[in-house]
């Protein structure tokens, strides 16, 4: 299916029956929203962690909200302070809590409040594998991926992680919701292609919004 002939033609689109790409949902707060990470981001630096396997992951790291999840040599887990400067993570900027819990409303999800939000930093070469977000206490629990930067392609798998994916072409300001059935599925990112943004230069930012506590 080419979901790029979608894109244009809609301002959201059904991707299951629990998750809804809303095509530049983020746009129209798009500065105040790069302003408050790169504050969140002079608090809590972006760096390069590790999987329980020892593995460093591609894309660069960071979070803001009570809640920052990291990964280390001991496993993936959320924490309440950031290990390179054991401080509380900085707080949520309001204008994205307000995108989160409006875009969650949107596809259904009524008073989503996150307490966690993953800034994940692509480089083009970034990527991400097909993985599911087990590490929250309430899967009922939706999540809200957004996109901003360099264009990549989500994938959007099943079940298992042999299902076949589909491919997503995320634009920068579009935002994914996830819930309800849909909230286990695997997914990832293909590798990000070299390009330059208008705002944000060679690199992509996807915040991705959830409620782990
Ligand atoms: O970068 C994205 O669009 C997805 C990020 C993601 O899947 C994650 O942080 O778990």
Known sequence: MDL?????????TRLGSGS??????????????????ADALAHAPLRQMVTPGGQPMSVLTSSCGALGWISDRRGYRY????????????PMPAVLLQLATQAAAQAGYADFVPDACLINQYQPGARMGLHQDRDEQDFNQPIVSVSLGLPAVFLWGGARRSDKAMRVPLQH????????????RYHGVLPVKPGSHPLLGNVRINLTLRKAA
């Open 4 to 12: 790029s002939l979608w894109q244009s033609e809609s301002q959201s």
């Open 173 to 184: 300001g579009d935002v994914l919701v996830w819930g309800g059935e849909d909230r286990l």
């Open 20 to 37: 809804v790409w809303l095509h530049g949902n983020a746009l129209a707060e798009e500065s105040v929203l790069l302003a408050g990470i």
């Open 79 to 90: 924490s309440e302070r950031d290990p390179h400067t054991n401080q509380p993570w900085p």
